[in-house]
């Protein structure tokens, strides 16, 4: 018999005398597998064929054979596996599989610990009875470990050992502890520090003295990981404002009260260092003086490291946008004079490059066109590592993937380098569902479908893969029922332009106690960028609006506004946008502008015009305290007639002025005293917040705004303002939530002032 054998190192022949004639093994076909056991049988052998990819009737391939070795090793199943060939006569083989399975481990135990019981640390492992894996083991040491650590206890240490039983194959897993003494950090004092202040110094670290909600915020533990990145983190922060020669010393705990310790930080600042100037080696590609200009560390200045970090990035960029893939920046520093520093970049160029291929792997569901049209550079372009990274954040920027790995490579052909793209896929579809509670639907409940990377031609695929946005959305609430499914392709015929559609149903009972209103159509839009951060949008919207006026008296103005109506209309809108983030922008600002016609030549019952500008500002000031700016301007007029309800404007409730119901400000009907809305409105807020901990935010706010009846009239004549306090959080489950209680200030006649609690989900600004 001829006995192949297959290990962690891969196939090859036994010590038996070859065959007369070389068999070609690759073209016989495998006609069984059957498993042998060296040892007790502790896993069942359909355990073992789901790790194994061979199967019977495939032709042998020995580079399956090493990777279904590899993938029982890393089961953590077995502890040694071989493979023998038994070559038949009919140009077939029969399979064997040897295999010595891992131990059965029968019961976990528990020695040294004191603190928490056995039962909470068998909770704690999350491993049960059965065959263990190393890393399963490895995961419940580290899982022990976070639980001491989580109530004070540093320097746990946990092990674990094997103890056989009177039965062959089976195990007792017993993890011993070494529990340390409970040290929780009453204070966090500095030796030696003169130039900056123990507040000043603290707000660098990210281990915390104990507070009043530490069972929340978990400050007052130590962890020795973060503890040294700590110090680490504080010696760049004194390189940064000029101390280049600090150092930092290990931290000492002190003995305090209560099982606490003062943690102190010995510190060496050294002199505080200036810049003398900059200068550069010998170069080629540029002159000094067209790089000196972005220099952000330059002569006079105190010496600032990270400035030194951005400044060689800076300059690899300028030589990575010419294609000097290669080029080598080192930063040479030489004292002058105490104190005094002058910095020279020393940098070596290498050649110049164009780009050759453009590989891309990891891409099992997206096409490769998806990811393609993202990518700026092109093969026989001259090489830009700059693009590289604008690669690398706009396929992050798709949400397709956990990880974007962009690179570059030596080519096969000379002058040349290959961009190398690996992407790893992530879950693009959503299905979410769930309920809570807003100020406008006291009880409000959702279903949402969302797939951002679909494909609408792809049905075998479950129609994925093609990058296009597809999301479908279900609300109901005691005041709303509410369904909508849209439709985007971000690249339309192979260009920059975004093309969508939606259709929708809205019933709002909650605009007015006087009327209904429901609204039932689709609407088609175009998209293109206008810059890096602009773009503009047209869209025309169809739908028909039924206005149900209650029972009103006869001489009100709502009588005339009931009815069904066809409303057809073309909008267009220029946007920019700067913020960091649509969720919690901390600094940049947006921008809208833009126009709506109604009836005309589009046809419909209402002929009206509207023109709208908003915008918000945002600012990162100290202790992460955020300032946000936000207004808006609106005017609508008739073209012909007049400017039905659903037209006009009305403010209050969640989205602006805070300190009034919802659509409560506005003229008014003289008969039932409720609002009919105006055609010019306009609104300011301004809005710091400031963290609590976590992903909880404080909010303090005041808003001003008026609506006026007249078209263009933006007399102040009926102001209403307000002030408040507030609370931002990220709810599992609900996503961004908002909660507001504010009191106003200035209203009107009619309106309602008393104090209003606002609730809203999905809040942005």
């Not at 491993?127 to 989580?150: P, T």
């Not at 004070?152 to 240490?157: A, E, H, N, Q, S």
């Not at 969302?450 to 990058?467: A, H, L, M, S, V």
């Amino acid at each position: 018999m001829l006995a192949l054998l297959v290990g962690p190192q891969g196939v090859h022949a036994q010590d038996e005398p070859p065959p007369a004639e070389p068999l070609d093994l690759e073209q016989r076909t495998i006609v069984s597998i059957t498993f042998r056991y060296g040892g007790p049988k502790t896993v069942d052998e359909s355990r073992l064929r789901d790790h194994m990819s061979v199967r019977v009737g495939q032709k042998y391939n020995p580079e399956i054979l090493d990777k279904d070795a590899a993938s029982l090793y890393e089961s953590g199943l077995v502890d040694d596996v071989s493979f023998l060939g038994d070559p038949r006569g009919d140009d077939s083989l029969a399979l064997i599989v040897e295999v010595v399975t891992r131990g059965q481990i029968v019961e976990i135990g528990f020695a040294g610990n004191t603190i928490f019981s056995d039962r909470k640390l068998a909770s704690e492992t999350k491993v049960k009875a059965g065959v263990i894996s190393d890393s399963a083991i490895l995961e419940a040491r580290r899982n022990i470990e976070k639980q001491y650590q989580g109530y004070g206890y540093p320097d746990v240490l946990v092990s674990h050992r094997l103890r056989e039983t009177e039965r062959p194959g089976q195990f007792q897993l017993v993890f011993v502890i070494q529990e340390g003494v409970k040290s929780e950090v009453r204070k966090i004092l500095f030796e030696g520090n003169k130039a900056f202040s123990r507040v000043e110094l603290k707000r660098e670290l990210k281990t915390k003295q104990k507070g009043l909600f530490s069972f929340i915020t978990k400050s007052g533990r130590i962890d020795a990981e973060k503890l040294q990145l700590d110090l680490l983190h504080l010696e760049d922060f004194y390189r940064n404002h000029g101390y280049r020669m600090v150092r930092i010393d290990s931290a000492r705990r002190e003995p305090a009260n209560n099982d606490r310790v003062d943690l102190v930080i010995p510190i060496h600042e050294g002199p505080k260092y200036t810049v003398r100037s900059t200068a550069f080696g010998k170069m080629t590609v540029f002159k000094p003086e067209e790089l000196i200009p972005a220099l952000s560390m330059v002569g006079g200045q105190v010496f600032s490291n990270k400035k030194v970090r951005d400044d060689v990035r800076m300059i690899r960029s300028y030589y990575g946008s010419r294609g000097y893939a290669d080029a080598v920046v080192m930063p040479e520093m030489r004292d002058v004079s105490p104190g005094v520093v002058a910095i020279t970049y020393r940098i070596t160029e290498g050649p110049r490059y164009r780009v050759g291929k453009v590989n891309i792997q990891g891409n099992v569901i997206t096409k490769d066109k998806v990811i393609r049209r993202e990518i700026p550079m092109r093969p026989g372009d001259h090489y830009n590592s700059v693009d590289e990274e604008t690669t690398k954040l706009r396929l992050q920027n798709l949400r397709y993937f956990k990880q974007v790995q962009v690179s570059d490579s030596p080519s096969a052909q000379s002058g040349y380098r290959d961009v190398n793209i690996i992407v790893d896929e992530t879950t693009t579809g959503q299905v979410s569902f769930g309920a809570g509670f807003s100020s406008i639907d006291s009880v409000v409940g959702y279903l949402h479908l969302e797939q951002t990377n679909f494909d609408i031609g792809n049905p075998k695929n479950w129609f994925r893969g093609g990058g296009q946005r597809f999301n479908m959305r279900l609300q109901l609430g005691t005041e709303r029922r509410d369904v909508k499914v849209s439709l985007i392709e971000p690249w339309f015929l192979g260009r920059r332009l975004s093309l969508g559609g939606e259709g929708f149903y809205r019933n709002l009972l909650f605009l007015s106690d006087e009327y209904d209103q429901s609204n039932a159509g689709g609407a088609i839009f175009v998209r293109s960028p206008m810059g890096r951060k602009g773009y503009v949008q047209a869209e025309y919207r169809l739908e028909q609006v039924g206005i149900d006026v209650e029972a009103v008296p006869h001489d009100s103005d709502f009588l005339e506004e009931d009815g069904d109506f066809l409303r057809s209309a073309v909008s267009v809108n220029y946007v920019y946008d700067s913020r960091d983030s649509n969720m919690l922008p901390r600094q940049g600002h947006r921008v809208k502008v833009g126009a709506t016609l109604t009836g005309g030549i589009l046809g419909g019952d209402i002929e009206t015009y509207t023109l709208m500008a908003t915008g918000s500002k945002h600012w990162n000031l100290p202790w992460d305290v955020i300032l946000n700016l936000n207004g808006s301007v609106t005017v609508v007029d008739a073209l012909s007639g007049h400017v039905p309800i659903f037209e006009r404007q009305m403010l209050g409730g969640a989205r602006n002025l805070r300190g009034f119901d919802t659509r409560d400000v506005g003229p008014r009907d003289s008969a039932t005293g409720s609002v009919l809305g105006g055609n010019t409105a306009a609104y300011g807020t301004v809005e710091g917040t400031f963290p609590i901990f976590g992903q909880v935010r404080g909010a303090v706010f005041g808003d001003i705004g008026f609506v006026n009846a007249d078209s263009y009239d933006f007399s102040p004549d009926q102001i209403h303002s307000d002030v408040g306090i507030g609370v931002r959080a990220t709810i599992p489950y609900f996503g961004p939530m908002a909660l507001d209680y504010a009191f106003p200030l200035q209203s009107e006649d009619g309106a309602d002032d008393g104090p209003r609690l606002q609730i809203y989900v999905n809040y942005q600004y």
